[in-house]
């Protein structure tokens, strides 16, 4: 993996489209993401001599995340960085001299500069995020979803479970700002979680899930697209709800001494009463019957565990 530049490739095609920004690396310990992108833009760039009939609308940007965090291997230096984006707080690293930034505030002033720099440039009328992470435990990947439509419809066609309401327990996520809200034309973001950390199968989950998003977002066309990505992902996914909401997220204080118990595994079935994890308050228990989700077995996180329901939609 390369962590030299924040750019990992760019590819426009010849029709004007939407605007899409994956990120890789968000987390510094997520490698599979950064990874996903280098194998892409090579792929995209031979794509026209194999297939004559290839026709791209848009622009594909795949852009490293926490670069410092990237080298030195760990999810963050100071702080998380897919907790800071928060437009006050982008005001505030705009504005602040550099000394006063932290490792965090330079990446995201970097990102932020970098991202508003391909905006003015490009002009789109859409943009679209797809934010590339991994999680410590295994057992299954899933997409994260904000309320609005366009979000879910990229999520459900990623042919991963949806994660509803994951982003009320949280905030400062890339999700929360890459909204309409934030920018006076559509925005829309995704977060697609791949699979565990080092589990090389996530590299191709996440190759597949930029690919199904290009697809949806309508950058290429469907026939272009060779099926084995969506059936890679439906044979991952064939046992898990299609989209679930969030019922309760444990966030982890200073001081806690968190520990989660072992052997969870991301939708694993848990019961009322079943032994989650300890801190220095006692024994952590389930108060409901439900599927857990993201039990951390790193040091680093503010998340202990998230707690989800299966829907309809
Ligand atoms: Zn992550």
């Known amino acids: 993996?390369?962590?030299d530049n924040r750019i990992i490739g760019t590819y426009t095609g010849e029709s004007k489209g939407p605007l899409l920004l994956v990120f890789g690396g968000m987390h510094g310990n997520e490698p599979a993401g950064v990874k996903a992108l280098e194998t892409l833009f090579p792929l995209l760039e031979k794509e026209p001599e194999d297939n004559?009939?290839?026709v791209f609308k848009g622009r594909i940007i795949g852009i490293r995340?926490?670069?410092k965090a990237l080298n030195a291997r760990k999810r963050f230096i100071k702080k998380?960085?897919?907790r800071q984006w928060i437009p006050e707080n982008i005001q505030r690293v705009k504005s602040s001299?550099?000394?006063l930034l932290d490792a965090e505030d330079q990446e995201l002033l970097e990102l932020i500069t970098l991202i508003?720099?391909?905006?003015?440039e490009y002009q789109?009328?859409?943009?679209?995020?797809?934010d590339l992470h991994t999680t410590t435990a295994h057992g299954g990947i899933f997409s994260v979803v904000t309320d609005e439509r366009d979000s879910l419809d990229i999520g459900v066609e990623l042919h991963a479970p949806v994660v509803r309401g994951l982003l009320s327990g949280i905030q400062g996520t890339t999700l929360h700002y890459f909204c309409g809200d934030n920018f006076d034309f559509p925005v829309t973001s995704v977060c697609f979680e791949s699979g565990q950390h080092d589990d090389p199968q996530s590299v191709e989950n996440a190759i597949a899930g930029i690919i199904n998003c290009m697809r949806t977002i309508g950058c290429v066309q469907a026939d272009h697209v060779e099926n084995k990505h969506d059936k890679r992902l439906q044979e991952y996914s064939e046992n898990l709800p299609k989209v679930t909401q969030l019922l309760y997220c444990h966030p982890i204080r200073e001081g806690d001494n968190f520990k989660m118990h072992p052997g969870y595994k991301n939708f694993q079935r848990i019961s009322k009463g079943d032994l989650l994890a300890s801190d220095k308050n006692g024994k952590i228990f389930s108060e409901q019957d439900c599927l857990i989700l993201m039990p951390l077995y790193q040091a680093q996180g503010d998340d202990g565990?998230?707690?989800i329901r299966s829907i309809e939609i």
Do not use: R, S, Y
């Open 1 to 3: 993996m390369n962590t």
């Open 52 to 54: 004559p009939d290839f």
């Open 65 to 67: 995340g926490n670069l």
């Open 80 to 82: 998380d960085l897919n």
């Open 97 to 99: 001299p550099l000394a």
């Open 116 to 120: 508003e720099n391909e905006i003015t």
């Open 124 to 130: 789109p009328q859409k943009l679209i995020v797809l």
């Open 305 to 307: 565990f998230f707690l």
